[in-house]
C-alpha cells in the first residue's frame, strides 16, 4: 500500500469556467480505519458534470480547503467492520482522493457479472446509466415508436439515453452534440439517425432541419437555446425530461432565452425534471435491463478513460468544454 494518501480540495470560488488554479492536491498519511469503517483504496474515479454546481457557494455545495466528494469504486483494504471484507470492490461516493474511510452504510457492493468491466459501474450501470433509464421509463414513459431528442447526446447520459432508447424501442433518434467527430460517433457508433453540431448555427433552424416532422420525447441536458426550440419542435402531448442545464453551469447570470409558454399549453406539453438520488431504489432493474444486452453485444459502453490519479483535476475541466465522449472515468494506477 503506498505510504501517503492524496485528496483533492477546491481552494476558490469560480467565476465562469473553473481553473486548475482553483484546486489543490494535498498530500497526507493514508488514514486508518475506526472501528466500525473500512479504508478502501480507490481505482476509478467519475468526474461529473453537476460537481461544477457545487463548487458555487450553494446550500449542499463543496467546503472549500476540504476533500471533495464524488463516485468512485475502490477495494477495501483494512477493515475494522465484519460487514466489509478486506479484498471486497465497492462503490461509494468519497471519491477526488487516493484512499477512503468508509462505513458499511456508505457503500454499495457490486455484482460481478460476466463480460462486464468494472467502468460499467460508473456508466451505464451506475449514475450516469441510472439518469438515462429514470428519465426514459419513469418521467417520458417512453411508449414504443416515440421519436426523440437529445441534447448534449455524445455525453455520458446522451449516449446511454440514446442506446437505452433504441433497446427500448424508440422511432427516430436525434441529437445534439459539440463538434463534427462527436455527430459522427452518434449516428455512426451510437444509433442515432440524425444529429447536429450545435455550434453550427441558430438552434432552431439546425433542429428543424435535423428533425423536420418534429418528435415526441426531448431529454435536455442543456437547457438554454435548445430547450426554447425544442418547445417549438415539440409534437401534440410531448414530454420534455430536465436532466441538467450544462449551458449554464459557467454562465449562471446570463438571461436565458424566452421560451414559449403560450405553446406548452396549446400542444399540452408536459416538462419534468429529477434527480436521480431519488430513484435508487431502481438499481436492480437497471441490471436486470442492461446487463444482458451488455453481455449479448447489444449494448456498447462509450466512455473515454483518462489514466492517473494527478488527471482527475484535468478530466473534470476537460469534460466541463466537451473533450470526452460518452462517460469520463479517471483510472488510477495498476
Same mark, same amino acid.
Given at each position: ?33 475506526? @472501528?466500525? =469503517? /473500512?479504508?478502501? /483504496?480507490? *481505482?476509478?474515479?467519475? %468526474? #461529473? ?13 463543496? $467546503? ?12 477495501? %483494504? $483494512? ?30 457492493? *457490486? ?7 468494472? =467502468? /460499467?459501474?460508473?456508466?451505464? *450501470? ?10 426514459? =421509463? ?38 445534439? &452534440? ?27 433552424? *439546425?433542429?428543424?432541419?435535423?428533425? @423536420? ?11 438554454? #437555446?435548445?430547450? &426554447? $426550440?425544442? %418547445? ?27 421560451? #414559449?409558454? %403560450? ?17 435508487? $431504489? ?17 449494448? &456498447? ?5 483518462? #489514466? ?6 484535468? &478530466? ?19
Amino acid at each position: 500500500m503506498s505510504e501517503h494518501a492524496i485528496t483533492v480540495q477546491q481552494t476558490a470560488r469560480p467565476h465562469g469556467f473553473p481553473t486548475a488554479g482553483d484546486f489543490a492536491f494535498v498530500e497526507s498519511a493514508v488514514p486508518a480505519p475506526a @472501528p466500525g =469503517t /473500512a479504508l478502501v /483504496a480507490n *481505482l476509478y474515479w467519475s %468526474v #461529473d458534470p453537476y460537481h461544477r454546481e457545487l463548487m458555487d457557494d450553494v446550500p449542499g455545495g463543496f $467546503a472549500l480547503h476540504a476533500p471533495l466528494e464524488g463516485r468512485a469504486l475502490g477495494r477495501v %483494504v $483494512a477493515s475494522r467492520t465484519p460487514e466489509l471484507a478486506e479484498g471486497e470492490i465497492v462503490f461509494h461516493r468519497r471519491g477526488w482522493r487516493t484512499h477512503s474511510v468508509v462505513r458499511p452504510e456508505e457503500i454499495r457492493r *457490486l455484482p460481478r457479472f460476466d463480460g462486464v468491466p468494472l =467502468t /460499467a459501474f460508473l456508466s451505464v *450501470l451506475g449514475g450516469t446509466g441510472l439518469t438515462a433509464y429514470v428519465g426514459l =421509463t419513469r418521467i417520458a414513459q417512453l411508449r414504443a415508436g416515440d421519436d426523440l431528442f437529445v441534447s448534449a447526446a455524445a455525453g455520458g447520459v446522451g449516449t446511454a439515453t440514446g442506446r437505452f432508447a433504441r433497446l427500448l424501442g424508440a422511432g427516430r433518434l436525434v441529437g445534439s &452534440a459539440g463538434s463534427a467527430a462527436k455527430v459522427a460517433h452518434l449516428t455512426r457508433e451510437v444509433g442515432y439517425d440524425a444529429a447536429f453540431d450545435h455550434h453550427a448555427g441558430p438552434a432552431a433552424a *439546425l433542429l428543424a432541419e435535423a428533425a @423536420p416532422d418534429g418528435f415526441d420525447v426531448f431529454v435536455d441536458n442543456v437547457g438554454g #437555446d435548445q430547450l &426554447a $426550440a425544442a %418547445v417549438g419542435a415539440l409534437r401534440e402531448f410531448g414530454r420534455i425530461v430536465r436532466v441538467g442545464t450544462i449551458s449554464r453551469y459557467n454562465t449562471p447570470d446570463a438571461p436565458p432565452p424566452p421560451v #414559449d409558454h %403560450v405553446r406548452i399549453v396549446e400542444k399540452s406539453l408536459r416538462m419534468e425534471g429529477f434527480l436521480v438520488s431519488n430513484y435508487r $431504489a431502481l438499481q436492480e432493474e437497471l441490471y436486470a435491463f442492461a446487463v444482458p444486452h451488455l453481455q449479448s453485444g447489444r449494448l &456498447a459502453l462509450d466512455e473515454t478513460v483518462v #489514466d492517473g490519479f494527478d488527471h482527475i483535476v484535468d &478530466a473534470f475541466l476537460g469534460m466541463l468544454r466537451g473533450a470526452n465522449t460518452g462517460k469520463i472515468i479517471v483510472r488510477g494506477d495498476a
